[in-house]
């Protein structure tokens, strides 16, 4: 850091040309502002931040005089401004950090990681720790509120931050033989689109964030932060570099989950069992799948469903047999009624995939290069790999030397509505247990969650002091003809009611974004507010006259008699419906009724 003198000889002309005396006020001069700000301000504060802690995180450059610190930041513009500077850098040409000539973007890799930088900045107004969603997320929300902010985001993943739903989904369905190096992909309704939230001309370089005149956003790859120290606002990486910071986003995302008895199991059997979560992960498993005669996905929830039906639709291409295995009566059993369970385990059989309920695992050996799956009830599965989907871990690690709260019940950080940790410090994305104002505290593994948790925590680290009060969704699709969207808690435990219509050529994944543009749902529709729906007027029909024919419908998760989750089955563009039927958290006499509202009866 500099020094309080030196410092101030930048700055003594700026104050002399503006005439501003310090009187513990604000004076505005031109689009400058100087502050004077007593040194004792500068304190963390208590929970929930004061305006000296809104004041602070804006510093440019500081310096110690009579006492206080004189400060000036750059005057906010409007998204507008935001907007203009977002095109002008995207369309200047991709610097390296060496000394190479300038190289247009198109000659990079589609959505490549951008270089590691050689120097990294002591000092960040903004911290993200985490590459995922939810900081990306909070970087455009922090540059639409303060375009002259200087955002570092530091990742221990060697890539700028992506999307993780199309590494189990679309990704899988492409033609295109080089797909695991250009990460480019086709959306159900044809567009193609990369994995990659930006190009690589999005980001400036990390070295030159510290004297980028309009700011901008700058990326820390293969770095993990392994300390973090509260008091003196810094954070340590494994390097043993230190970072300090004004304002600090946590989005750590979470770590797979495996199964004990394969992690006891040895090196053999680890060295056959995938863990998918990263890019790295899809690439490993599209290598295997390609030279290997069976492979077995432990797991019948959300990614272990998406990524048997993938694998199962190059079964016979590549004369692959694919094995599920969970331990629920049926696919999706811990989330689905238990007949719509029924139904979906049907379809990931039609979908070439050999499935095993109720199974739990008891060992797995390696044995003449083939893994030996040995269930409790005696059954026993051979394959040459296994991918374990059980789940997430929420990544913690740096809560003891943060001394920040682990939820005991949901784990992840446990933050308050506005996603706060502490006054200078938020939490957004998978690691975040979070108060939600209509359903309690909750902890959600989604990425429309991380994208608006992102969202509004970059928005609150500006000074906007919201509260979490949206009801984020999230969506699975089994292929491009059978999907769903849902809201709010969806648990098979709850008691539930379904209301369920004949399915039209337009009722699938495929038609809805040839509808809305978009692969990625939740990016079209978290904006949209419902505020009166408008009922169908066509009758709806008998629920049992449908039995066994679930096309499309409604199904309604009930708490106290009151709607607490929403699952959209092979019904699109009605989220805002559902969002504004949890939010009323009214009583309903009759929900065929209320399914009225979706026009899941019209044709």
Same mark, same amino acid.
């Given at each position: ?252 995302? @979470?770590?797979?989950? $495996? ?5 006891? #199991? /040895?090196? &053999? +059997? ?5 863990? *998918? !979560? ?112 059980? @789940?997430?871990?929420? $990544? ?5 030397? #943060? /001394?920040? &709260? +682990? ?5 992840? *950080? !446990? ?127 008998? +629920? ?60």
């Amino acid at each position: 850091m500099l020094k309080c003198r030196t410092v101030w000889k930048k700055l003594a002309p700026l104050a002399r040309a503006s005439s501003t005396v310090c009187r513990q006020n604000v004076r505005r001069t031109g689009n400058v502002t100087l502050t004077c700000v007593p040194v004792a301000h500068m304190s963390t504060g208590p929970a929930g931040g004061g305006r000296e802690n809104q004041l602070y995180v804006l510093l440019v450059g500081a310096a110690c005089v009579g006492g206080a610190i004189y400060t000036y930041r750059t005057v906010k513009g409007d998204n507008q401004r935001y907007q203009d500077r977002i095109d002008e850098i995207s369309s200047r040409p991709y610097k390296r950090a060496t000394e190479e000539p300038a190289t247009p973007i198109q000659s990079e890799p589609p959505g490549g990681p951008a270089p590691a930088s050689l120097k990294v900045p002591s000092h960040t107004p903004y911290l993200l720790i985490g590459g995922g969603t939810a900081s990306f997320a909070a970087a455009r929300s922090i540059r639409a509120r303060d375009p002259g902010a200087k955002v570092l985001i530091v990742t221990d993943e060697p890539d700028p931050p992506y999307m993780r739903p199309p590494l189990s989904k679309e990704l899988w369905f492409s033609n295109d033989p080089s797909v695991t190096e250009t990460l480019r992909f086709k959306q159900w309704n044809g567009k193609e689109r990369s994995i990659y939230f930006q190009p690589p001309s999005f980001y400036i370089n990390a070295e030159e964030l510290d004297g980028a005149e309009n700011g901008g956003v700058a990326v820390l790859t293969g770095k993990k932060v392994v300390h973090m120290d509260v008091r003196g606002n810094k954070i340590k990486l494994d390097d043993d570099t230190e970072i300090s910071y004004d304002k600090c986003l946590i989005a750590t995302g @979470g770590v797979p989950r $495996n199964l004990q008895v394969i992690e006891r #199991a /040895g090196e &053999e +059997v680890m060295k056959k069992t995938t863990l *998918f !979560r990263k890019i790295e992960d899809f690439k490993s498993l599209d290598k295997v799948s390609r030279n290997i005669k069976s492979i077995t996905i432990i797991g019948g929830g959300f990614l272990g469903s998406e990524l048997a039906c993938a694998l199962g639709r190059r079964s016979t291409e590549y004369d692959l047999e694919v094995v599920q295995m969970f331990p629920e009566k049926g696919n999706m059993g811990k989330v689905l009624p238990e007949y719509l369970s029924n139904w979906t385990t049907e379809k990931v059989k039609s979908e070439g995939v050999k499935v095993i309920s109720e199974a739990l695992v008891k060992s797995v050996v390696c044995k003449d290069d083939k893994l030996e799956i040995k269930l409790k009830d005696g059954r026993l599965v051979k394959t040459d790999h296994i991918v374990a989907a059980v @789940g997430l871990e929420p $990544n913690v690690d740096l809560a003891k030397s #943060a /001394g920040l &709260e +682990v939820d005991s019940d949901f784990g992840g *950080f !446990r933050v308050n509505a506005e996603l706060q940790a502490r006054s200078n410090i938020w939490v957004a994305g998978d690691a975040a247990c979070f108060y939600d104002i209509r359903l309690g505290r909750r902890r959600v593994e989604h990425h429309d969650h991380a994208v608006v948790s992102g969202r509004l925590a970059g928005e609150n680290m500006t000074g906007a002091n919201k509260p979490y009060w949206h009801q984020s969704m999230f969506w699975s699709d089994l292929g491009p003809d059978v999907g769903y969207e849902a809201i709010g808690i969806v648990d098979s435990s709850l008691p539930t009611v379904g209301v369920f219509a004949k399915a039209t050529a337009k009722d699938t994944p495929k038609a809805a974004t040839e509808k809305s543009g978009t692969g990625i749902r939740s990016e079209s529709e978290t904006e949209d507010t419902a505020i009166s729906p408008v009922a169908s007027l066509t009758p709806a029909p008998n +629920v049992g006259q449908h039995k066994d024919e679930y096309g499309k419908g409604v199904i309604f998760y009930l708490r106290d008699k009151v709607v607490v989750g929403i699952i959209l089955w092979n019904v699109f563009n009605r989220m805002p419906i559902a969002r504004k039927i949890i939010k009323d958290g009214e009583e309903h006499a009759d929900l065929n009724e209320v399914a009225k509202l979706f026009n899941i009866h019209d044709d």
